[in-house]
């Protein structure tokens, strides 16, 4: 087996054992309000098995960088680029924290577009190629997020963190696009991971289907079609577990999910909790 090639993993990841909440180290010290945060679990799974320490992992829509918080912490070095500020904000107080906790490896966060992510890496002078890319892009402009009960509203239950923007959303956003757009978007996306990532590099991206209007969008595709538009090869395929696994899966759901699976089901439609996400996996020609 070449050096350069993964060690075998089964294609199933036990990424959900525990909560995704209890899975956050000391090093997150902010963004618990970010509506679609990357499983720690997932981040590490992939930065273990597709980099090695002393490489430079890149996240080109970090959020509050967990994939940046991951790779510090298994001794790689990281890179993140957002466009709202609160989320550049955010990642940069926990990446902070993790350089403290792990100060032989160092992350940098830098607020921007990823469409034009060549452009931002050229301006902040930053070292390239990198190592690795690891992403989950946005799906979608609202999300499910945390729940008011009736004890704090004195009514209805109501939705808070559940939009990728507190503000007005900026019109690049992905979260916000047409499937057109999103598209087009994400292709402009990892057209500048491929410009930044070395020959034979992995770029690793987490997706789910997601529902709009009542109908499946099969996010997963949109990912894979725009990856290989872009120039990369389609490596592999795996899933990760949103789930216990104990001989059977006990999905970690969030309240408005299982709230409109069990709605579904009350009016006779087939609807299941999502147990798990894609990990697609892209390698750029060498």
Not at 156 to 176: D, V
Not at 182 to 191: C, D, K, S
Not at 249 to 261: A, D, G, R, S
């Amino acid at each position: 087996m070449s050096k350069h090639t993964p060690r075998p993993l089964p294609s199933v990841w036990a990424t959900g054992q525990i909560k995704p909440h209890r899975q956050r180290s000391t090093s997150y010290v902010a963004g618990n309000t970010h509506p679609a945060k990357m499983w720690p679990q997932i981040a590490a799974t992939a930065i273990a098995r597709y980099s090695k320490p002393g490489d430079t992992v890149l996240d080109p829509m970090c959020g509050v960088g967990t994939s940046l918080i991951e790779a510090i912490q298994l001794g790689r070095y990281a890179y993140g680029v957002d466009l709202e500020p609160e989320w550049v904000e955010m990642a940069r107080a926990n990446v902070d924290a993790a350089m403290h906790a792990h100060p032989r490896s160092w992350g940098e966060v830098f607020q921007g577009d990823a469409a034009n992510l060549a452009g931002i890496l050229a301006d902040q002078r930053l070292r390239t190629p990198v190592d690795m890319v690891l992403t989950s892009p946005p799906y979608g402009a609202v999300t499910h997020g945390q729940p008011d009960t009736s004890r704090v509203t004195g009514g209805k239950i109501r939705n808070r963190a559940h939009r990728y923007s507190t503000g007005k959303p900026k019109p690049e956003s992905l979260a916000t696009s047409s499937a057109s757009r999103l598209q087009a978007g994400l292709e402009a996306v990892f057209a500048g991971c491929l410009q930044a990532l070395k020959p034979g590099g992995f770029a690793v991206v987490t997706a789910r289907p997601f529902t709009e209007a009542g109908t499946l969008v099969d996010f997963p595709s949109f990912v894979i079609r725009a990856g290989l538009a872009a120039g990369f090869d389609f490596a592999e395929r795996r899933v990760a577990l949103l789930s216990r696994w104990d001989g059977a899966l006990h999905p970690h759901v969030t309240f408005f999910h299982l709230h409109n699976v069990r709605e579904a089901c009350r009016k006779g439609k087939k609807l299941f909790a999502r147990a798990h996400e894609d990990v697609l996996v892209f390698r750029k020609p060498s």
